[in-house]
C-alpha cells in the first residue's frame, strides 16, 4: 500500500496540473465560441471553419514537441542535466522552425475552402480569423517546446499557471477586438484570431521568463547559451514524434469523417451529434491529463533505470484512467438532460442530443482505457507501433463500421448512432491493442535487465 500511495501521489503531482492546463486550453476555444457566436452566425461559421482547418495542423505538426516530454523525461531520471541542455538548446530552434511552417500553413489555408461550395462571405471570415492566427504560430510552438520539457522534468504547476492566466486574459481580448471597443476596429471573427495570437506570445513570453527565473530551471541553464541546429536532435525528434502527430491527426480525422458521414442526415443530427461530442470532449480531458502524466512519470522511471517501477507506474496510469473514465460515464449518464441544456433549448436537438449520449458515456470507457495505456508507451518511446494500430483502429474499422451502421446496419439502418457505435468499436479495437503493445514492451525492456 506504500508504494501504491507513493505513485499516487506522483500522478496527482503531475496530473492535476495538466488537467488544469487542459481545462484552461479548452476554455479559450470555447470563449471564441461564444463570442464569436454572439458576433452573429456568419461569425461563428467562419470562425468553426477556420477552426476546423487550424486544429488539425497544429496537431499534427506539434506532434513532432510532443516528442520531448520523454525524451527529456529520461534524461532528467538518470540526471543527465548536460545533456537536456544540449536538447533543448536544439528543440528551440525545431520549435522555431516548425511555427515558421505553421505560419505559412495557416495563411494560405483558407484556398483549400475555395474549391468548395462554402458560401464566400463565412470563407473571408475563416481566411481574415486564418492570417491572424498566423501572427501567433512561431510563439504558439515555442510555447509547446518550453512546456512539454517542463512537464519532463516534473513541473508541471508553472505550465497550469501560465495556461490559466492566459484563459483569463483570453475572455477580454475577445470580446473587445471582436466587437471594436475602446476605439478599435470591430474585427468579427477575425478577432478571435488575433486574441489567440496575443496570448500564445504571452503565454511563450510568459514561459521562458520562468525558466530564466525560477531557481530550479536556472540551474539547467539552457538559454545561457547560443548553439546552432543539430540534424541528431532534428532526428530523434522526427522519429519519435512524427508518429504522434500523426496518431493525433488520424484520431481527429475519425471525428471529422463521423460529422461528414451524418452531414447527410440534416443540421439537426449535426448538431446533436455536435453537442455529444463536446460534452464526451470535455469529459476526456481527466483521463487525457492522467496519460499525459503517465508519459512523464514512465520516461523519469526509465531514466533512473527503475524498471519495475515504469512497469508498476504504467499499470497504475492504466487504472487511473479507467476510474476516472468510469466516473465521466455515470456523470454523463445521470446528468445527461441538464448538460444538454447548457448548449441548445430546441427540444428536437435536445431529444437528439440525448439519444446519443448514452453512446459517449460509453465512449469514455474505451476511450479512457487507451489513453492510459497510449501516454505509457510515450513513457517508453514506443509510437511508431502505436501510430500503425491508431490507423487500422480508426480507419479500417471505426469510419466503415460507423458509415455501415449509419446507412444500411445489421437489421435496418442505425442513423446517427450507427457512427457513435462505430467509434466505440474502433477505440475498444485499439484499447485492446495498445495494452498488448504495452505489455510487449515492458517485457522486452525487463528482458534488457
Known amino acids: 500500500m506504500e508504494k501504491f500511495f507513493k505513485e499516487i501521489k506522483q500522478f496527482l503531482k503531475l496530473g492535476v496540473p495538466i488537467y488544469g492546463s487542459q481545462l484552461s486550453y479548452g476554455a479559450i476555444q470555447l470563449t471564441d465560441t461564444i463570442v464569436a457566436g454572439r458576433a452573429g452566425s456568419q461569425e461563428l461559421a467562419g470562425v468553426a471553419l477556420g477552426s476546423s482547418l487550424a486544429t488539425p495542423l497544429f496537431f499534427s505538426l506539434s506532434g513532432i514537441m510532443f516528442a520531448l516530454t520523454p525524451i527529456v523525461a529520461h534524461l532528467f531520471g538518470a540526471k543527465q542535466i548536460k545533456d537536456i541542455r544540449s536538447k533543448m538548446r536544439q528543440s528551440i530552434w525545431i520549435a522555431v522552425g516548425i511555427g515558421a511552417i505553421l505560419t505559412i500553413a495557416y495563411y494560405f489555408a483558407s484556398n483549400f475552402l475555395l474549391l468548395s461550395t462554402i458560401d464566400r462571405d463565412i470563407i473571408s471570415i475563416s481566411d481574415s480569423y486564418l492570417k491572424a492566427l498566423s501572427i501567433g504560430a512561431i510563439a504558439m510552438m515555442w510555447f509547446t ?150 508519459a512523464a512519470r514512465v520516461g523519469n522511471l526509465l531514466g533512473e533505470k527503475r524498471l519495475d517501477g515504469a512497469k508498476y507506474a504504467s499499470k497504475l496510469a492504466i487504472a487511473i484512467t479507467l476510474f476516472t473514465a468510469t466516473l465521466n460515464t455515470v456523470a454523463i449518464i445521470l446528468l445527461d438532460e441538464w448538460i444538454v441544456s447548457f448548449f441548445t433549448t430546441e427540444a428536437v436537438v435536445i431529444n437528439s442530443a440525448l439519444s446519443l449520449l448514452v453512446l459517449a458515456a460509453i465512449f469514455q470507457l474505451p476511450d479512457g482505457f487507451q489513453m492510459g495505456a497510449l501516454g505509457s508507451l510515450r513513457g517508453y518511446k514506443d509510437t511508431f507501433i502505436p501510430m500503425i494500430l491508431l490507423i487500422i483502429s480508426y480507419w479500417v474499422f471505426a469510419l466503415p463500421a460507423g458509415y455501415f451502421l449509419t446507412y444500411i446496419g445489421i437489421d435496418e439502418p442505425m442513423g446517427a448512432r450507427g457512427v457513435w457505435v462505430g467509434m466505440i468499436i474502433g477505440l475498444t479495437i485499439f484499447s485492446v491493442l495498445a495494452i498488448s503493445r504495452l505489455r510487449f514492451v515492458i517485457k522486452l525492456s525487463l528482458r534488457q535487465i
Open 145 to 294: 517546446c518550453l512546456r512539454c520539457f517542463s512537464e519532463g522534468v516534473t513541473q508541471t504547476l508553472p505550465v497550469f499557471w501560465v495556461a490559466f492566466s492566459a484563459m483569463v486574459l483570453n475572455i477580454p481580448l475577445d470580446i473587445i477586438l471582436v466587437n471594436g471597443y475602446f476605439g478599435l476596429p470591430k474585427l468579427g471573427g477575425a478577432g478571435c484570431g488575433y486574441a489567440t495570437s496575443i496570448i500564445y506570445i504571452y503565454m511563450a513570453t510568459a514561459m521562458t521568463l520562468i525558466i530564466l527565473r525560477k531557481q530550479f530551471y536556472r540551474e539547467l541553464k539552457f538559454f545561457n547559451k547560443f548553439k546552432f541546429p543539430s540534424m541528431e536532435t532534428f532526428k530523434e525528434l522526427m522519429f519519435l514524434g512524427m508518429p504522434i502527430g500523426i496518431g493525433i491527426f488520424v484520431e481527429l480525422s475519425m471525428f471529422s469523417g463521423a460529422a461528414l458521414i451524418l452531414g447527410p442526415l440534416g443540421d439537426i443530427v449535426l448538431a446533436s451529434h455536435s453537442i455529444a461530442l463536446s460534452i464526451a470532449s470535455i469529459a476526456f480531458m481527466l483521463p487525457l491529463s492522467i496519460g499525459l502524466a503517465a
